[in-house]
């Protein structure tokens, strides 16, 4: 799935999901679990990504 096609399945700006996947930006809850869906990942992204939000970082859109 291209950057754009994953944006637009999570309802995000194509730019966002770059900065997300090139580590600029550290994802929380709500961007892990929209990946996770829209990828069908089996709910594999969501917990390796939640321990960026125990860890106090938040997300931004």
């Known amino acids: 799935m291209s950057k754009q096609a ?3 399945a999570m ?3 194509s730019p ?3 900065h997300m996947e090139s580590g600029r930006r550290m994802p929380g ?3 892990a679990r929209l ?3 829209a990828l ?3 709910k594999a992204i969501w917990p390796a990504l939640g321990n ?3 860890a106090g ?3 931004t859109r």
């Open 6 to 8: 994953l944006a637009q």
């Open 11 to 13: 309802d995000f700006d």
């Open 16 to 18: 966002y999901v770059s």
């Open 29 to 31: 809850g709500d961007f």
């Open 35 to 37: 990946a996770d869906e």
């Open 40 to 42: 069908n990942a089996g």
């Open 52 to 54: 960026h939000e125990q």
């Open 57 to 59: 970082t938040k997300e």
